[in-house]
């Protein structure tokens, strides 16, 4: 069974910085591109960002570009996103995804609130 | 960057209708769009990959279609488990593009 479980969610004041964590299981990580998605509460799907599936190329949104760096690793089965700089619209629930033919393997979720 | 135009907003349908959804792209994309189904405080899940290949699992009165830049979710005889909110993807090129929903209800 396929699985992805974020964790490293909660609350951080504006301007600090927060990881991310997703653990992978039930398919070949090391063979799929993965990706951050997130979701503000009561609003649509956003991509924030994409890695290869051998951590040699990323893509970011405009609005995080230079404050938040997704990564890998593959012997871990682990993606990760570090968030800096965080701002009250960074507030959402973040979606680990896998990045293939679309997006078909989804975590539950990690709910992150940027408030001071 | 690519616009996603997704409509309606929002549908009422009855059971056993047929139901469209769309998505304009505002340039070519390919056949690189995919349609999600999200319910209430679930993550989303995968229909429609590559404009109109079925995801796994999925029930086959899912359907998707392309025609240029307009891209198609059909669902055939709806049922009460098809509501939700349905989304629509391209990841031709960064930044990928999500549509702004549609929120399906039964009537």
């Known amino acids: 069974e396929v699985q992805l479980v974020e964790s490293g969610g909660g609350l951080v004041q504006p301007g600090r910085s927060m990881k991310l964590s997703c653990a992978a299981s039930?398919?070949?990580?090391?063979?799929?591109?993965m990706a951050w998605v997130r979701q503000a509460p009561t609003k649509g799907l956003e991509w924030v960002a994409t890695?290869?599936?051998?951590?040699?190329?990323?893509y970011y949104r405009d609005s995080v570009k230079g404050r938040f760096t997704i990564s890998r690793d593959n012997a871990k089965s682990t993606l990760y996103l570090q968030m800096n700089s965080l701002r009250s619209e960074d507030t959402a629930t973040y979606y680990c995804t896998s990045n293939n033919y679309g997006f078909a393997y989804w975590g539950q979720g990690t709910l992150v609130t940027v408030s001071s | 960057d690519i616009q996603m135009t997704q409509s309606p907003a929002s549908l009422s349908a009855s059971l056993e209708e047929i139901v469209t959804i769309t998505c304009q792209a505002s340039?070519?994309?390919?056949?690189?769009l995919s349609w999600y189904q999200q319910k209430p405080g679930k993550s989303p899940q995968l229909l429609i990959h590559?404009?109109?290949s079925l995801a796994d699992g999925v029930p086959s009165r899912f359907s998707g279609s392309r025609s240029g830049t307009q891209y198609s979710l059909k669902i055939n005889r709806l049922q009460v488990e098809d509501t939700g909110i349905y989304y629509c993807?391209?990841?031709?090129?960064?930044?990928?593009?999500f549509g702004a929903g549609t929120k399906l209800e039964l009537k």
């Open positions: 890695i290869s599936y051998d951590g040699s190329s990323t």
């Open positions: 993807l391209q990841h031709y090129s960064a930044p990928y593009t």
């Open positions: 340039q070519d994309i390919g056949n690189y």
């Open positions: 590559s404009a109109t």
């Open positions: 039930g398919f070949t990580f090391s063979n799929y591109g």
